[in-house]
């Protein structure tokens, strides 16, 4: 039965109301791990280190020899040309450099060869199994062992005498110690009987020092902060350090009291960051974040599941399946998603991963995720293992390879998405396909985690190809994470679809936030409405600044409307698009936006795309920005150029419309 207009007008308005979502506090804390801890008991639940077997050690010949001896073929190789390598040297000069010139590179790129040598030697004696890499193994624990601090420069600082050189009377767990300590374990675990050959000393050392640096620790002391148990948010830290943790603990501590001691601190601690998560999943860190949030909260949960047999489970909460369903709703095509805050536009989840939490929670979706990922990659190889030699994320990827061949492969290509926690939408013009116009947009506020001052940022894909982008965040140094953040480019509002009011960008903090968000879905048109004035500081002097973005299907373009009043008008405003492509302001009204490395359109060029707004009240400018970062380089090439539309007159209140379209 057709409805009258009178009760369609009544159902938007209910639709809308019921869409108009203020930004979610914290919700009340959940503590899930905890209450099924207590529920089954957890210290008599769990098995015993030596009772522990999540994967075949290397004594299970079968279980290796089962692996297409291509796939063992490709590992052994690269086992065998490590071995003509030499071990990186770690010079306390080199440390140093993270306090001289903020540079925190060089040192790492030295730290994480050890680590990703170490973990191709131990793959290769596995798939071989005829010893020719037990030595240069032992080597590799020995060294490590050896070292003064297992972190990473950019992190000594927890230390209580500050940054600079590490004290090694006092060891604090980041995130490297944590996958350092990991890895030690499962190899002590993987191939251990064959070290005792060389020496019982090295197996020795290794526990020593993983209880030393990691087990002691993170066990004795509740100031971490990454714990969750102080004052201070946690992030992505929380599940990537407490994943190695645990890990270290199954596979090593073999004191029953301690070992119970230790995993219900963990299930206390994961707990935490479980409960900042809103009901949505969504990942204010973005998708390149997901990898070590979400995904790692999953290798969390898989360990207590086995160490448990299957008696801790949560994997039927609503929360823990809506983290892992994140990352295919952040997908745009291809290598792209949607990129908050410091995370990256091209990401490539690992497919084993996805594929595999999708299994658990019980989302063949998400596990056809996994499945569609891993035939864009191809089959797993040593370049795939992580730089910092996390061998838990390379046994399930080899040994678990048929059933991920197996399922059919899903690629999420939703028409409409929203997390109204996270307060971001995202909207494609053809659902089901990558083809055609894609916009996505967020409220949020300027405290999130790697926050960059961004509220109400807007970007735009056409056929899976950037038009309008959120540029992400260079190589990290000294200044990320200072009170000099936002002296950095890419992190301030007008590198982002976002206007600057009587001269004045977004602040950052808690404060400055969106206000009046809705979203609204619809067959012909997605709308998105937010009032992003006060994410400005009170000299911009803006009371509203409510701007609609809208993916009209029928028309084929994305509308960016605003309309605005100011207390007092000081400048013309200035609004903001940064772009990877070649740009042609030459016509007022029309801006030409075309693939790089074609001529403009006013000389003859091809025109992809372009940008409308009304010549007579804005002028448009166009600066091009270098792009040199060895991090941002490879998404967007060596250049890009931000359009500036300048209004002609400072106004008190306003409104205006840009319109984007295929110039096709």
Same mark, same amino acid.
């Given at each position: 039965?057709?409805?009258?207009?009178?009760?369609?007008?009544?159902?938007? $308005? $209910?639709?809308?109301?019921?869409?108009?979502?203020? @930004?979610?506090?914290?919700?009340?804390?959940?503590?899930?791990?905890?209450?099924?801890?207590?529920?089954?008991?957890?210290?008599?639940?769990?098995?015993?280190?030596?009772?522990?077997?999540?994967?075949?050690?290397?004594?299970?010949?079968?279980?290796?020899?089962?692996?297409?001896?291509?796939?063992?073929?490709?590992?052994?190789?690269? *086992?065998?040309?490590?071995?003509?390598?030499?071990?990186?040297?770690?010079?306390?000069?080199?440390?140093?450099?993270?306090?001289?010139?903020?540079?925190?590179?060089?040192?790492?790129?030295? @730290?994480?060869?050890?680590?990703?040598?170490? #973990?191709?030697?131990?793959? %290769?004696?596995?798939?071989? +199994?005829?010893?020719?890499?037990?030595?240069?193994? #032992?080597? !590799? =624990?020995?060294?490590?062992?050896?070292?003064?601090?297992?972190?990473?420069? *950019?992190?000594?600082?927890?230390?209580?005498?500050?940054?600079?050189?590490?004290?090694?009377?006092?060891?604090?767990?980041?995130?490297?110690?944590?996958?350092?300590?990991?890895?030690? #374990?499962?190899?002590?675990? @993987?191939?251990?009987?064959?070290?005792?050959?060389?020496?019982?000393?090295?197996?020795?050392?290794?526990?020593?020092?993983?209880?030393?640096?990691?087990?002691?620790?993170? $066990?004795?002391?509740?100031?971490?902060?990454?714990?969750?148990?102080?004052?201070?948010?946690?992030?992505?830290?929380?599940?990537?350090?407490?994943?190695?943790?645990?890990?270290?603990?199954?596979?090593?501590?073999?004191?029953?009291?301690?070992?119970?001691?230790?995993?219900?601190?963990?299930?206390?601690?994961?707990?935490?960051?479980?409960?900042?998560?809103?009901?949505?999943?969504?990942?204010?860190?973005?998708?390149?974040?997901? +990898?070590?949030?979400?995904?790692?909260?999953?290798?969390?949960?898989?360990?207590?599941?086995?160490?448990?047999?299957?008696?801790?489970?949560?994997?039927?909460?609503?929360?823990?399946? #809506?983290?892992?369903?994140?990352?295919?709703?952040?997908?745009?095509?291809?290598?792209?998603?949607?990129?908050?805050?410091?995370?990256?536009?091209?990401?490539?989840?690992? &497919?084993?991963?996805?594929?595999?939490?999708?299994?658990?929670? +019980?989302?063949?979706?998400?596990?056809?995720? !996994?499945?569609?990922?891993?035939?864009?990659?191809?089959?797993?190889?040593? /370049?795939?293992?992580?730089?910092?030699?996390?061998?838990?994320?390379?046994?399930?990827?080899?040994?678990?390879?048929?059933? @991920?061949?197996?399922?059919?492969?899903? /690629?999420?290509?939703?028409?409409?998405?929203?997390?109204?926690?996270?307060?971001?939408?995202?909207?494609?013009?053809?659902?089901?396909?990558?083809?055609?116009?894609?916009?996505?947009?967020?409220?949020?506020?300027? *405290?999130?985690?790697?926050?960059?001052?961004?509220?109400?940022?807007?970007?735009?894909?056409?056929?899976?190809?950037?038009?309008?982008?959120?540029? %992400?965040? &260079? /190589?990290?140094?000294?200044?990320?994470?200072?009170?000099?953040?936002?002296?950095?480019?890419?992190?301030?509002?007008?590198?982002?679809?976002?206007?600057?009011?009587?001269?004045?960008?977004?602040?950052?903090?808690?404060?400055?936030?969106?206000?009046?968000?809705?979203?609204?879905?619809?067959?012909?048109?997605?709308?998105?409405?937010?009032?992003?004035?006060?994410?400005?500081? &009170?000299?911009?002097?803006?009371?509203?600044?409510?701007?609609?973005?809208?993916?009209?299907?029928?028309?084929?373009?994305?509308?960016?409307?605003?309309?605005?009043?100011?207390?007092?008008?000081?400048?013309?405003?200035?609004?903001?698009?940064?772009?990877?492509?070649?740009?042609?302001?030459?016509?007022?009204?029309?801006?030409? =936006?075309?693939?790089?490395?074609?001529?403009?359109?006013?000389?003859?060029?091809?025109?992809?795309?372009?940008?409308?707004?009304?010549?007579?009240?804005?002028?448009?400018?166009?600066?091009?920005?270098?792009?040199?970062?060895?991090?941002?380089?490879?998404?967007?090439?060596?250049?890009?150029?931000?359009?500036?539309?300048?209004?002609?007159?400072?106004?008190?209140?306003?409104?205006?419309?840009?319109?984007?379209?295929?110039?096709?």
């Amino acid at each position: 039965m057709k409805a009258s207009p009178c009760r369609a007008i009544l159902l938007f $308005l $209910l639709l809308s109301l019921f869409l108009l979502t203020p @930004l979610s506090a914290s919700p009340a804390p959940r503590r899930l791990l905890e209450r099924k801890a207590d529920a089954i008991d957890l210290a008599r639940a769990l098995a015993s280190a030596d009772a522990f077997r999540p994967y075949p050690t290397i004594a299970d010949r079968a279980a290796w020899a089962a692996i297409p001896e291509e796939r063992r073929r490709v590992f052994v190789a690269e *086992a065998e040309r490590q071995l003509g390598t030499e071990w990186a040297v770690l010079p306390a000069t080199r440390f140093l450099d993270y306090v001289r010139d903020g540079n925190r590179g060089r040192y790492e790129a030295l @730290l994480f060869s050890r680590r990703g040598k170490l #973990a191709d030697l131990v793959l %290769g004696e596995l798939l071989e +199994g005829q010893g020719r890499f037990t030595d240069a193994i #032992a080597d !590799g =624990l020995w060294l490590i062992c050896e070292e003064s601090y297992w972190g990473v420069p *950019a992190h000594v600082g927890a230390q209580k005498r500050g940054s600079g050189l590490p004290d090694v009377t006092e060891p604090t767990v980041d995130l490297f110690a944590a996958e350092t300590g990991a890895l030690l #374990a499962w190899t002590d675990y @993987l191939v251990g009987e064959r070290l005792d050959a060389v020496h019982p000393l090295v197996r020795e050392r290794v526990r020593l020092e993983v209880d030393r640096r990691i087990l002691t620790p993170n $066990l004795e002391r509740d100031d971490f902060w990454w714990m969750g148990f102080g004052p201070r948010e946690v992030n992505n830290w929380n599940p990537w350090i407490n994943s190695n943790w645990l890990a270290s603990v199954l596979l090593l501590e073999r004191d029953p009291e301690r070992r119970g001691r230790a995993v219900g601190k963990i299930a206390r601690s994961l707990d935490r960051f479980v409960d900042a998560y809103p009901d949505d999943g969504g990942c204010d860190e973005g998708p390149s974040y997901w +990898g070590r949030a979400g995904a790692s909260l999953f290798e969390s949960l898989e360990l207590l599941h086995a160490a448990t047999g299957g008696r801790l489970d949560v994997y039927r909460e609503p929360v823990v399946r #809506a983290i892992g369903q994140y990352i295919a709703r952040a997908y745009i095509a291809g290598d792209f998603y949607v990129d908050m805050g410091d995370a990256s536009a091209k990401v490539e989840p690992e &497919p084993d991963l996805v594929f595999r939490y999708g299994r658990a929670v +019980g989302d063949p979706s998400l596990a056809g995720f !996994g499945s569609f990922l891993a035939a864009r990659r191809g089959p797993f190889g040593p /370049e795939d293992v992580p730089r910092y030699g996390s061998l838990a994320r390379v046994l399930p990827a080899l040994l678990g390879t048929r059933a @991920l061949e197996a399922t059919p492969p899903v /690629e999420p290509l939703a028409g409409e998405v929203w997390l109204p926690d996270l307060q971001m939408m995202a909207a494609r013009e053809r659902p089901g396909s990558p083809a055609g116009l894609y916009v996505a947009a967020w409220g949020g506020h300027n *405290a999130q985690s790697h926050n960059h001052n961004d509220v109400g940022n807007v970007i735009v894909y056409s056929d899976g190809q950037p038009v309008l982008v959120d540029v %992400g965040a &260079p /190589e990290y140094t000294s200044k990320t994470f200072s009170p000099r953040r936002y002296e950095i480019w890419t992190m301030q509002s007008q590198w982002h679809t976002l206007p600057a009011i009587n001269g004045l960008d977004q602040k950052d903090g808690a404060e400055y936030r969106a206000r009046d968000v809705a979203f609204t879905p619809g067959r012909d048109a997605v709308r998105f409405g937010l009032d992003i004035a006060p994410a400005y500081p &009170p000299e911009a002097r803006v009371t509203r600044w409510r701007r609609e973005v809208t993916l009209d299907r029928r028309k084929r373009e994305v509308v960016l409307a605003e309309d605005w009043a100011l207390g007092e008008s000081r400048e013309p405003i200035r609004l903001h698009f940064v772009t990877p492509l070649a740009v042609d302001v030459a016509t007022p009204g029309r801006v030409v =936006l075309s693939p790089p490395g074609r001529a403009p359109a006013s000389a003859g060029g091809e025109a992809g795309h372009v940008l409308l707004y009304d010549g007579r009240r804005f002028t448009a400018s166009v600066e091009e920005k270098a792009v040199t970062d060895s991090r941002l380089q490879p998404i967007w090439g060596d250049r890009l150029s931000r359009i500036i539309l300048t209004a002609r007159d400072p106004f008190s209140r306003g409104s205006h419309s840009i319109v984007v379209r295929s110039a096709h």
